[in-house]
Nanobody
Framework: QVQLVESGGGLVQAGGSLRLSCAAS????????MGWFRQAPGKEREFVSA????????YYLDSVKGRFTISRDNAKNTVYLQMNSLKPEDTAVYYC???????????????????WGQGTQVTVSS
């Protein structure tokens, strides 16, 4: 089973940018659909973005469309989330997640992936 380690979080002013990275262990990274979730204190977890195994398909939460971009480098076993025009409401712990068995449609329908990282804090100040 793949193991995930996020990095790149931090404190940024509104309007700024951050790039989150998620490094995966193992040799089968390209067989995993990858995604990003976030959870702010006292709020429900949100499914922020996902990218298919071959990067041919992507998903974005409506509130981040046009500001966030997900990408992956299968040669480096890494998925990225480029976050631009950040807003205070983007403040949350961001989690990387992976799923090898569910189909793309199943992932979009359930909004869940099986394997999770430990999370990285993103704080956007106003």
């Amino acid at each position: 089973q793949v193991q995930l380690v996020e990095s790149g979080g931090g404190l940024v002013q509104a309007g700024g940018s951050l790039r989150l990275s998620c490094a995966a262990s193992g040799r089968t990274f390209s067989s995993y659909t990858m995604g990003w979730f976030r959870q702010a204190p006292g709020k429900e977890r949100e499914f922020v973005s996902a990218i298919s195994k071959s990067a041919s398909s992507t998903y974005y939460l409506d509130s981040v469309k046009g500001r966030f971009t997900i990408s992956r480098d299968n040669a480096k076993n890494t998925v990225y989330l480029q976050m631009n025009s950040l807003k205070p409401e983007d403040t949350a712990v961001y989690y990387c997640a992976a799923d090898q068995s569910r189909t793309w449609s199943q992932i979009l329908a359930t909004g869940n992936l099986r394997v999770w990282g430990q999370g990285t804090q993103v704080t956007v100040s106003s």
